[in-house]
Antibody, heavy 125, light 114 residues
Framework: QVQLQESGPGLVKPSQTLSLTCTVS??????????WNWIRQHPGKGLEWIGY???????YYNPSLKSRLTMSVDTSNNHFSLTLTSVTPADTAVYFC?????????????????WGRGTLVTVSS | DIVMTQSPDSLAVSLGERAIINCKSS????????????LAWYQQKPGQPPNLLIY???TRQSGVPDRISGSGSGTNFTLTITSLQAEDAAIYYC??????????FGGGTKVEIK
């Protein structure tokens, strides 16, 4: 059973950096075949894809966040991370990590089959 | 960006009745080389992460009851829940993965029990 667990501070001050880690169990990030995603949900709102990373370190970021966003992967410890700089209250959200279908034969299938439970990050002074 | 628009925003359905949720994309999600529609559906209950229900527009994820089905092609898609059960009360989201560099979701449809 694949499980994902987000961790990180629940409160970040404006202009500071938000850092989260997603620890994966039941699947090896380094074995490839899947992309590892961050998705957020503003309070009471819909879902916003933040970006994904592959085991090789290749990344795709949402253009709206790209200038502030860095994702990294640690295959030895089976986790991946998100860093978002210069946060504002608009970055207050529940942050989810999720695995996507990755490669499905000759195509990619970026739908999300396993999710973490999410962690609420509040940006406030 | 591919914009996903869901309708209605919410609906109330009696137990045992049918719920229909619509999702429209701003451009076609049908990839001609493999004839697949790059669309997924999720169910989210309060305090929980979304749960994958449907992918490729109509393929049911393992464990999803067959009263939940997806249909449609191109730019217009539908999620149908027949014989609504109490546990189906949730918010439902569609998601396109046609553009792998920018994955986008619909705004969500809240299904309540009447």
């Amino acid at each position: 059973q694949v499980q994902l667990q987000e961790s990180g501070p629940g409160l970040v001050k404006p202009s500071q950096t938000l850092s989260l880690t997603c620890t994966v169990s039941g699947a090896a990030i380094g074995s490839g075949g899947h992309y590892w995603n961050w998705i957020r949900q503003h309070p009471g709102k819909g879902l916003e894809w933040i970006g994904y990373i592959y085991s090789s370190g290749n990344t795709y970021y949402n253009p709206s966040l790209k200038s502030r966003l860095t994702m990294s992967v640690d295959t030895s410890n089976n986790h991946f991370s998100l860093t978002l700089t210069s946060v504002t209250p608009a970055d207050t959200a529940v942050y989810f990590c999720a695995r996507d279908g990755g490669y499905c034969g000759s195509t990619s299938c970026h739908y999300f089959d396993y999710w973490g439970r999410g962690t609420l990050v509040t940006v406030s002074s | 960006d591919i914009v996903m628009t869901q309708s209605p925003d919410s609906l109330a359905v009696s137990l045992g009745e049918r719920a229909i949720i619509n999702c429209k994309s701003s451009q076609s999600l049908l990839y001609s080389s493999n004839n697949k529609n790059y669309l997924a559906w999720y169910q989210q209950k309060p305090g929980q992460p979304p749960n994958l229900l449907i992918y490729w527009a109509s393929t049911r994820q393992s464990g999803v009851p067959d009263r939940i089905s997806g249909s449609g092609s191109g730019t217009n898609f539908t999620l149908t829940i027949t014989s609504l059960q109490a546990e189906d009360a949730a918010i439902y989201y569609c998601q396109q993965y046609y553009t792998a560099s920018l994955l986008t979701f619909g705004g969500g449809t809240k299904v309540e029990i009447k």
